[in-house]
């Protein structure tokens, strides 16, 4: 079989914009040490990478990879990464194509590099060059060492792992789709998604981090109403136990019909992610992801859920006259703290009398966790704009006037026609 050929993917904005310095001196040179042929594609704008993955899938529709993979460095950080595969994911749909397998190469190339820095933490030993690499790569810093983990993985022929991708279809209310977006990292809706929004909007007048504080203290005691609907997988909708640290049947729903859970609303938080266990460094808000990790080919996401009214103090306020957000603000602010200490959030119940949460306590749970294949996200008051937001890797989106956001993990449902060789892997 031939040497695998690489297409490199340069953002020359992302990050501090040294990806072309970087890629030039430590990736396109050690291919080229190595003999191994290298495409590189400059992006040239906003969006530029998905078409960077269009022009790559036309191509392999002439010129399929001897062994079917298509290998791919990402050049910049998650942005980059989300739109190559948009772009390859839309192409594939429209030019009617076999997705075939992807794997990608990961650079820290970015600001926040969420994908990277899951497989490789900074404070994590950098990946062991193998001694027939060693005099390729040569002498370099430890800096420059950790950011070429995922390609000495790659070079070594090691095995990528895979990368699930979650497909979000905004659906109008007649029941089309306006929209179908895919993200890689995370997914979400209700206080995370309201505060990016909010901080883009906040953007010009405050350009510096406060503008996060600023959004998270305007969205902190909102109630989005919302129902929602988990989707099973092969093995049905899992909840997450504190008391015995495992996946259970769901425990905390309104209802459940043929494996499908209900949740009623307001909620205040809701995240799924399929990737990564943290959104900061320090912030594991999905512990789950690596403490108890999915089985190989696994087509699931693991979703976060907040939902005031299960808390007695805010039940205790809004029966006093309240509208409980003050009640809740104090106890989001303890619960989130409580995913700065390594994710213990998750272990949160709530103490009979409304005070402090407990941890693994008697009393019921106060973040809902689920493994599942994927949710409908159904905003229950059209006047409510914030309950309408979606924000995927970053990205935000509006659900339509009536509708909602159906999202799955791709190959969970089997229109998806993914068999287990196609899809995204990753070097990691
Ligand atoms: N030549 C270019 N000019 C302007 N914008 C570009 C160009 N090439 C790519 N972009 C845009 O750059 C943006 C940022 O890229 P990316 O998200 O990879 O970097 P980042 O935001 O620094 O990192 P991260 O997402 O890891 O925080 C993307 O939204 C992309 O559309």
Same mark, same amino acid.
């Given at each position: ?5 690489? %297409? ?27 003999? *191994? ?19 790559? &899938? ?10 079917? &993979? ?11 990464? %989300? ?69 000495? *993985? ?51 007048? %405050? ?40 996946? &259970? ?42 403490? *108890? ?96 937001? &979606? ?38």
């Amino acid at each position: 079989m031939p040497a695998p050929r690489y %297409h490199v993917i340069v953002n020359p904005i992302a990050g501090t914009g040294s990806a072309p310095k970087f890629i030039n001196d430590h990736v396109c040179s050690l291919l080229e040490r190595l003999g *191994l042929a290298a495409d590189v594609h400059v992006t040239e704008g906003v969006k530029d990478a998905g078409r960077i993955g269009r022009d790559i &899938v036309l191509e392999r529709r002439e010129t399929p990879p001897a062994d079917g &993979v298509t290998r791919v460095i990402v050049g910049g950080g998650d942005g980059t990464a %989300h739109e190559f595969i948009e772009g390859v994911l839309e192409a594939t749909r429209e030019l009617g194509v076999p997705l075939g397998r992807w794997a990608l190469v990961t650079l820290p190339l970015g600001t926040a590099n969420a994908l990277h820095s899951t497989h490789f933490p900074p404070d994590a030993a950098a990946t062991p060059i193998p001694p027939a690499l060693a005099a390729e790569v040569g002498d370099v810093s430890p800096e420059v060492h950790q950011a070429l983990s995922s390609l000495v *993985l790659a070079l070594a022929g090691a095995e990528p792992r895979p990368l699930p991708i979650t497909l979000t279809s905004l659906v109008r209310a007649d029941g089309t789709v306006a929209e179908t977006i895919p993200d890689h990292i995370v997914l979400s809706t209700a206080l995370h998604a309201a505060i990016l929004s909010d901080s883009d909007a906040l953007r010009a007048e %405050h350009p510096g981090l406060e503008r996060y504080k600023l959004a998270a203290a305007a969205n902190i005691s909102v109630f989005f109403p919302a129902d929602v609907e988990l989707v099973p997988d092969s093995r049905g909708v899992r909840q997450y136990d504190p008391r015995t640290r495992a996946w &259970v049947a769901p425990y905390s729903a309104d209802s459940e019909q043929d494996g499908k859970v209900r949740l009623t609303g307001p909620f205040t938080y809701f995240l799924s992610t399929t990737t990564t266990p943290r959104l900061e460094p320090t912030f594991v808000i999905a512990p789950t992801l690596t403490a *108890l990790p999915r089985d190989e080919g696994e087509r699931t996401t693991d979703i976060v859920i907040l939902r005031p009214l299960r808390d007695p103090a805010v039940r205790k306020a809004i029966s006093e006259g309240g509208d409980g957000g003050a009640a809740w603000a104090a106890r989001a602010k303890e619960v989130l703290g409580g995913a700065y200490q390594a994710g213990k959030h998750v272990q949160f119940t709530y103490a009979p009398d409304g005070g402090a949460v407990e941890v693994a306590g008697a009393g019921d749970v106060v973040v809902e966790t689920f493994r599942c294949a994927g949710f409908t996200w159904r905003p229950t008051d059209d006047a409510h704009a914030k309950s309408h937001i &979606v924000c995927a890797d970053g990205s935000l989106y509006d659900i339509p006037a009536g509708g909602e956001a159906r999202a799955h993990v791709l190959g969970s449902d089997p229109a998806d026609q993914a068999s287990s060789d196609s899809g995204f892997w990753v070097w990691g």
